[in-house]
């Protein structure tokens, strides 16, 4: 069953933020907890792209290629009127 839930993404080091929806069990596995976001939102939040690693990404259909952060955001679980419900730093986009 695919859940998708809302989060605010928030790069504490630059004070801004961004909502988003996330896929939560999408079956990928990493060592550390990655939420993958697009460039523009990656920009949003104040990561800048020039400081990020290229990494290759292997799906179903081949292997592609992402730009992972070594900042971590903080990743706050919103409700349905887009409150915060919980909140868990340590999270690493890309």
């Known amino acids: 069953m695919v859940v998708r839930v809302r989060v605010r ?12 929806i996330v896929l939560v069990n999408g079956g990928a596995k990493s060592e550390v907890p990655v939420i993958a976001v697009t460039p523009s939102i990656a920009r949003d939040i ?3 792209l020039d400081d ?3 990494i290759e990404v292997e799906l179903a259909s081949g ?4 730009y992972i952060s070594r900042n971590t955001v903080l990743a706050q679980l919103l ?5 915060g ?10």
């Not at 409700?79 to 409150?83: K, L, S, T």
């Not at 419900?85 to 890309?94: K, L, P, R, T, Y």
Request: aromatic letters at 2%.
């Open 9 to 20: 993404l928030i790069n504490e080091s630059t004070g801004r933020s961004s909502e988003i």
């Open 46 to 48: 104040g990561l800048d």
């Open 52 to 54: 990020m690693d290229l």
């Open 63 to 66: 292997v592609t290629h992402n």
């Open 79 to 83: 409700d349905d009127v887009g409150q």
């Open 85 to 94: 419900a919980i909140s868990g730093a340590g999270v690493h986009s890309f």
